[in-house]
């Protein structure tokens, strides 16, 4: 949360499918993948689902669109 809410090349709300934030995902991570890292648009999916109640509580949202897509949406003033 704390790297999607200080770059300013990513927008406050990303909506696409699992594999679309994956691809993001590793293209802006620099360095080692930490142990556990998704490997797979499924993976991030499970992953996703399974972090949600914790998300809600730092101010994500959680929309879910037509064909397995889906919209998050950071709030600036619940995760600081």
Known sequence: ????????????????NAQTLLQLLNEAHVGRFPLGWPETPHKMSSRLKRALPGLR??????????????????????SQ
């Open 1 to 16: 949360l704390a790297y999607i809410a200080s770059d300013t090349n990513i927008a406050h709300a990303f909506e696409g």
């Open 57 to 78: 509580a730092r101010g994500v949202t959680h929309e879910d669109g037509p064909r397995r897509t889906f919209r998050l949406t950071l709030n600036m003033e619940a």
